[in-house]
């Protein structure tokens, strides 16, 4: 940030910074962060800008898309003989891929069709996809899509009782190890409707370079992930506001 706002014009005019002023250093960016955090003024400052991007007509409400992704710590993990210099982290085995994961997790519900953020939260690495899923639901849109880690018969009922339509896959369990042919065809039609989601997240890994937590603690984690979705909606509204 220190170097953008020295080295372009177009940084300090969208900052509000006259010309005539001095950048603002590292430390005072740090500060300035901190007290966003301790003041709880990110989580305000992400919802006025969803009540911004509402107003605006960007939002469709069609649908939420539940998911979750993996951001290892920049932190060391810890030893039996030796803690982790990031306590809040933790280990989580990545699904599908060999080898541990040390660090978060950032679960979204994203707007179907806009692909704009509503919800984000920040947990260690192991907490399992459903534990804050109920929490990601805004309550306004007509459909919830997820994967089988978001499916129980509880979740189906709250959100039918809230007259949203629960699209959750399925998963075998010891009692029915396979999936019969109608519910296996549930599942892909479901997967097709909420791959969009993974387009969020290469975003926010690719662009937003958020393949890493450089802070330690839960709190400063959240924060990193809460500015980091706040950067990629701007960057939709752009994208979507006529020309």
Same mark, same amino acid.
């Given at each position: =940030?220190?170097?953008?706002l020295?080295?372009?014009? *177009? ?22 962060r901190n +007290?966003?955090l301790? @003041? ?8 006025e800008? &969803?009540r911004?991007?509402?107003?605006a007509?960007?939002?469709l409400k069609?649908?939420? =898309? ?14 039996p @003989?030796?803690? *982790?210099?990031d306590?809040d982290?933790?280990?989580? +085995? ?16 994203v707007?179907?069709? *806009?692909?704009?953020?509503? *919800? ?5 690495a ?14 306004? @849109?007509?459909?919830?899509?997820? &994967?089988?880690?978001?499916h129980t018969?509880?979740? @189906? ?9 629960a699209r959750? =896959?399925? +998963?075998?369990n ?8 109608r519910?296996?065809l549930?599942n892909r ?18 662009? =937003? ?13 959240a ?11 701007? +960057? ?8």
């Amino acid at each position: =940030m220190e170097e953008a706002l020295d080295d372009r014009f *177009s940084f300090r005019r969208f900052a509000g910074l006259p010309l005539a002023k001095p950048v603002p250093d590292h430390t005072v960016l740090n500060r300035f962060r901190n +007290r966003l955090l301790a @003041e709880g003024l990110l989580e305000k400052l992400f919802a006025e800008l &969803d009540r911004q991007l509402e107003k605006a007509g960007v939002v469709l409400k069609r649908g939420t =898309m539940l998911d979750a992704t993996l951001i290892q710590a920049a932190a060391r993990p810890g030893w039996p @003989e030796q803690p *982790s210099a990031d306590p809040d982290a933790a280990f989580t +085995r990545r699904s599908g891929k060999p080898g541990f994961t040390f660090g978060y997790k950032a679960h979204v519900g994203v707007d179907e069709g *806009s692909g704009l953020i509503r *919800s984000v939260i920040t947990t260690p690495a192991n907490v399992n996809d459903t534990v804050p899923a109920d929490a990601l639901v805004r309550g306004d @849109e007509q459909v919830v899509w997820g &994967d089988g880690a978001y499916h129980t018969h509880r979740r @189906e009922a709250a959100l039918k009782a809230r007259g949203v339509k629960a699209r959750l =896959m399925r +998963r075998p369990n010891k009692h029915h190890p396979e999936l019969p042919p109608r519910l296996a065809l549930y599942n892909r039609l479901i997967a097709r409707r909420r791959a969009a989601v993974e387009t969020t997240f290469a975003t926010l890994k690719n662009r =937003m370079r958020l393949t890493r937590i450089r802070y330690r603690g839960l709190a400063k984690a959240a924060g990193q992930v809460l500015l980091a979705a706040m950067a990629f909606n701007l +960057r939709r509204w752009a994208r979507l506001a006529p020309a």
